[in-house]
């Protein structure tokens, strides 16, 4: 077995990986200046900076761009340690297919150990993974791990950088180095001397890198830990920035495609003769299923109109395959009947839990489900490939370049090396950018056209249509009070896929283990001191293409474990958020967010009354993802005719240190709606192998009408970074729904939320 | 051929007469500001003004347009989209930003027949463009950031 594909096994074996930056180097990632290119007057001193002779700061970004401004975040690590001027710095993205690009801290992050095992086992473990992803990684966007995993490497580059210019200068004038400054991209001597970063750029790049130098202290930060509006703001105002379907090249050609409407499906025989008497119009081909994609048909031609029409006249026979059989409702029958049987694998024991509830005063039980759902990112499904002369040049919106780039190459027979990725802003990502079938179906496509650069968009109906669904899940509960309404014990078993098997399978074509963390995070994980506990998960193998989604299993188990929570409080006669603080004894970080949303959201006063005829309620919600704890209190109104609505959200987030605030609260708010969508409206369900949903019109996304107030506070911290975009979602479910039960008794275990039936 | 205005200034183009105006600007013009999104009118990403009016592009046919003044994000300019724009990089608004042009479009349009919207006329004007990154809350407040920004004596024009 080849040392990677060991690796892989490995990985997939063990859920996914990431490691604390904390037991790794940071410097081993800096790299030197040779794998960056170069413009006119440009100097790479290393990996991650480039410095103008005209004092452009550029910094190399590992990470796209999808909304979360990662790329002002990581530029702000940077630019802070260099001393840089703000107003001087650029970014561009990094070359794909470096080690030192690759993320180390997500794939840590998907061991499955409970965060508060600190162990032998796991901090072996986590120190093995890091190692390993340090060479055989990918260079992803995901696990809201990006400044985790930068958070030391930026400032190092920058760091190092500085101290080269402050050589370069004390060099040139004969003065000794500590008695230079640095400050807005400018160095300068008391004797008066004074020069710019594009000045001294040519003199640094003659000394040799250095990795040693110091970093700042929080208190010497100019630009980490303050609100940074975005960098490219304006860019995206005026239409000018370039996502993946604005890019426009030389003869560039334009391909629509129809794929099977059976997920999995091919094409068993087509009539192109009526689409190709259509105007524009230049070949018809049938491409097959790629990275766990549908088969169907292409058809490319002069415009996106034009491909757009011809593509609905090519007559297609459709061979359905297995999945023509399989509906959603057929698929929660599965997953419940699985837990009429199965206890699953258990990610979380602690005593004798079957034993405490048996001896319980009081016992509650409830079933929990959650359906699949799609991305619908606003940006439709596209892709840009140029094949000619045996090498590729790829324009794509992905969160994977490295494995989009290994995915070209053999759709193309051609090696890895021989592909250019060029990675675009993502408008949106949401996890459905992870995969990578649309990038080797345009690959094909481009095959196809001989040399002409052709832009493949998908329809939004292709999009909803042929999406990897967050899995849908099943989720029971008991739990056991003593007679004072003290909880004894808990007890949860969930059934549903492994996202992490089914993605290992689609990029690596091999098969995973029997545990994936993220079939039960959000479930095993939570910081609660049970006296006896077990959770547990089955994974059930179903045909439904199932992919990460943002939160991934926390946005569903959030929505259990915490309704389940309210539930048991309210069967102990117990007020929610003193029932959850007395489980917290030992975890005073989360008591400290929970007591802190209750103060902010005026949890000791009654909510005020709604008009006549309404009723109002208040509920809360504690969850821990992706490193963060977030705490939110969710405000309801629910009129005569049973039509809900939010009304306003309060959201603590403890996500360490805070390295811009100004984006941490854009992603509270973009979670909290995010959610919300879910939590309203958002069900992907299917039919005989068949999608129903299609469009905005009936896969619906929140609009502004239905946006509660949200309110953002954010704790003050010193610890290392954690995880921003993800965590602040899976509280948003139940802390709704527990809002609606105060509000009207009704307890709802199903999402999305529905007060009466459609 | 069809002539057009577009953006103050006569632009000729050769699409056939059924083609949404949004593929015009964006598969014959390669003005990309102007976005896809959905195909039925349901998302707003591909919002342009037809004689200052906010029209969902993706199902404006080339034949509908005839003699009236197309403007796109590209082209957007004046006291009320500098307001817009203001607000909008103060309030730091944007995310992914896809659906953005599509939203100033909207701004724009509302602002200038209702001079000082309320949140309930603001919601009901911007309800019809999406954004999956949950730009809402700042939208709201950026347009009306905007409204008081420029002060009362722009409103409406004739």
Known sequence: MKRRTFVLRLVAATGALAVGWTFFPPRRRMGDGSRISEGPGETALNGWVKIGTDNTVTVIMSKSEMGQGIHTTLAMLLADELDADWSQVRVEMAPVGDPIYNNIATVVDGLPFHPDDHGLIQRTTAWLTAKTMREAGVMITGGSSSVKDLWLPMRQAGASTRALLVSAAAATWKVPESTITVAGGVLSHANGLRATFGQLITEASTLTLRSDAPLKSAAQFTLIGKPMRRLESAAKQRGTATFGIDVVLPGMQYASVVMCPVLGGTVASMDTAAARLLPGVKQVVAIDGHNGGTGGVAVIADTPWHAMKAAKSVKVAWSNGAMATVSSESVMRTLASTLDTERGHAYLTRGNVDDALAAAAKQVTAEYRAPFLAHATMEPINCTVQFADGRATVWASTQVPGLARRAVAKVLGIASDQVTMHVQLLGGGFGRRLDIDYIAQAAAIAQAAQGEPVQTIWSREEDIRHDFYRPACVSRFSAGLDASGKLLAWRNVSAGQSVVAATIGRYFGLPAGPIDKTTSEGSFDQPYEYPAVRVGHAIVELLVPTGFWRAVGHSHHGFFTESFMDEVAVAAKSDPIAFRLALLAKHPRHARVLTRVAELAGWASPLDAGVEGTRRGRGVALHESFGSVVAQVAEVTIAADNTLRVDRVVCVIDCGFPVNPNMIQQQVESAVVFGLSAALHGEITITDGRVTQGNFNDYRPLRMSECPAIVVDIIPSVEHPEGVGEPPLPPIAPAVANAIFAATGTRLRSLPLRLSER | ?158
């Open chain 2, 1 to 158: 051929m069809t002539t057009i205005q577009l953006n103050g200034r006569p632009v000729d183009v050769s699409a056939e007469a059924d083609t949404p105006l949004l593929w015009v600007l964006r598969g014959e013009l390669h003005l990309t500001g102007t976005k896809f999104g959905c195909g039925i009118a349901a998302c707003g990403a591909c919002t342009i003004h037809l004689d200052g009016q906010a029209v969902r592009s993706c199902v404006t046919p080339l034949s509908a347009v005839g003699t009236r003044a197309v403007t796109t994000i590209e082209g957007l300019s004046g006291p009320d989209a500098d307001a817009l724009h203001g607000a909008w990089t103060n309030l730091d608004v944007v995310q992914c930003g896809y659906c953005q042009p599509g939203q100033l479009m909207s701004a724009w349009a509302l602002i200038r027949a209702n001079a000082e919207p309320t949140d309930l006329e603001i919601d009901a004007a911007m309800s019809g463009n999406l954004c999956r990154c949950g730009t809402y809350p700042r939208v709201r407040l950026a347009v009306r950031q905007a409204t008081m920004s420029r002060g009362p004596s722009s409103g409406p024009t004739p």
